[in-house]
């Protein structure tokens, strides 16, 4: 298998479920995949709620990235960027807190995940022996 990358520009908008569906063909196992959906819709939501300040008239970026090795998602939004100190990967001490999960999450759900210098694109990633065994984040089987 070579590199192989497909690039989608969509308005920053709430209605992901098509988008997700189409990011995550690669991904045949439904347990992985449901997985996979829950850390790639928060990274999506987060992009479009904090990145782009919910304004419809700002653009999301998505690069799914296929190698021999690793199925990668880069996800890019028009904003700032979030500074490293606030890319926390715990869940908040309150657990009844509003927000505070979602990066949580996301980590869970990927085997690496990577933030650009500036902080306004995330790159998930999950390893081709996890898609081929069918393995979840824990390790266990899922078909």
């Not at 928060?42 to 990145?51: F, I």
Request: aromatic share 4%; net charge positive.
């Amino acid at each position: 298998m070579t590199l192989r990358w497909s690039d989608y520009i969509t308005p920053s908008t709430l209605q992901l479920s098509p988008l997700v569906e189409l990011l995550l063909e690669p991904v045949r196992c439904l347990q992985l995949q449901a997985q996979l959906q829950l850390g790639l819709q928060e990274a999506l939501v987060n992009a479009v709620r904090h990145g782009n300040g919910g304004d419809p008239a700002k653009c999301l970026r998505i690069r799914r990235i296929e190698t021999p090795r690793w199925l990668i998602w880069q996800v890019q939004d028009e904003g700032p960027g979030l500074p490293p100190e606030a890319r926390s990967t715990t869940l908040p001490e309150c657990l009844d807190a509003v927000g505070g999960r979602g990066l949580f999450l996301i980590h869970h759900c990927f085997d690496d995940v990577r933030w650009s210098a500036r902080g306004n694109r995330l790159q998930l990633a999950v390893s081709r022996r996890r898609i081929r065994s069918g393995l979840s984040v824990q390790g266990t089987p899922g078909h």
